[in-house]
């Protein structure tokens, strides 16, 4: 089956930075998207990030474009996500989530879901 597994949250300051990851297993990786999310208590599942298997195309939300950074080390079935100069309003739960068809900001086109690790930066 599928897995995926974020790691690496924890709190920090704002200014600072963190990398939140992504192990996946139970699947061929290749040709398939890998989206981060966040969702932040009471607002709905905003996307952040998402990374092309087939061409490493990427994309980034407005809110985090030119802060964040998605990679992938396709040899360790692990997608990245750098965080730098966070923000409080960056405060939320940092799903993962794996798409067949290719990169979109809407979950519903996600098929699969890691966790969750949660990310906290503090003003």
């Known amino acids: 089956e599928v897995q995926l597994v974020e790691s690496g949250g924890g709190l920090v300051q704002a200014g600072g930075s963190l990398r939140v990851s992504c192990a996946a297993s139970?699947?061929?990786?290749?040709?398939?998207?890998i989206g981060w999310f966040r969702q932040a208590p009471g607002k709905g599942r905003e996307g952040v990030s998402c990374?092309?298997?087939?061409?490493?195309?990427?994309y980034y939300g407005d809110s985090v474009k030119g802060r964040f950074t998605i990679s992938s080390d396709n040899a360790k079935n692990t997608v990245y996500l750098q965080m730098n100069s966070l923000k409080p309003e960056d405060t939320a739960v940092y799903y993962c989530?794996?798409?067949?068809?290719?990169?979109?900001?809407?979950?519903?086109?996600?098929?699969?879901w890691g966790q969750g690790t949660q990310v906290t930066v503090s003003s």
């Open positions: 989530a794996l798409a067949y068809y290719g990169c979109s900001f809407y979950p519903r086109q996600f098929d699969s």
């Open positions: 139970g699947f061929t990786f290749e040709d398939y998207a």
């Open positions: 990374i092309r298997s087939s061409d490493g195309l990427t």
